[in-house]
Every structure is written in C-alpha cells, then in structure tokens.
C-alpha cells in the first residue's frame, strides 16, 4: 500500500527556518515529486518540485527561499525552507506531480508567528 509520510512541521518566528520530510514508497522516490501546501480556507496549491532528472522549480512566492531536494537511498523528499513569513503558515504535503489524489498522506503543519 502507497504510503506518504510528511514530518517536520512546527511553529517557527518569521524569519526562521524549518526542514521537511516525506518518505515515499521505494517505487515512487524517482518519480516526478512535489510539495503542496494547504492554508485555512484556501485551495492546495504546488510550491516546489523535483523531476526524475533533479530538475528542480518553484512557486514564485517561495522561489530563493525553499529548496526541494531528495535523496533516492533514504526514499527521502526534502523541502529546506528559509526566511518564513506568516504567509507560509499552512499544513504541507508530498505528492506525485500531478498528485495522486487516492495517496494524499496527513501532512506536516507549519506555523510562522511571533
């Protein structure tokens, strides 16, 4: 069974940084992956993602201060994201991209407040 965990949520000041997980099944770490993210009372929407070449891009509101990377041995997806404002504050996922939507996992909240 396809399982997608997220970690590494938390409460952070703006201006902090914070580093998220997603394990992925074995078969998918190659895949085309993304980071989504959900805000109260708005859509998910795709911030970051990783081809199977490594080939990395970024919403606009995040470009410069996230990073999506991965790391196929760990079955591993990571978002590294700095210089977080109150505007980031949602709860983030992994996917598939496009996503899967029978696969979605819980997600990780992260919350930027002072």
């Known amino acids: 069974q396809v399982q997608l965990v997220e970690s590494g949520g938390g409460l952070v000041e703006p201006g902090g940084s914070l580093r998220l997980s997603c394990t992925t099944p074995?078969?998918?770490?190659?895949?085309?992956m993304g980071w989504y993210r959900q805000a109260p009372r708005k859509a998910r929407e795709l911030v970051a993602t990783i081809s199977n070449r490594n080939g990395t891009a970024y919403e606009d509101s995040v470009k410069g201060r996230f990073t999506i990377s991965r790391d196929n041995a760990k079955n591993t997806v990571y978002l590294q994201m700095n210089s977080l404002s109150p505007e980031d504050t949602a709860v983030y996922y992994c996917?598939?991209?496009?996503?899967?939507?029978?696969?979605w996992g819980q997600g990780t909240q992260v919350t930027v407040s002072s």
């Open positions: 996917n598939k991209v496009p996503p899967q939507s029978q696969f």
């Open positions: 074995a078969i998918w770490i190659r895949n085309y």
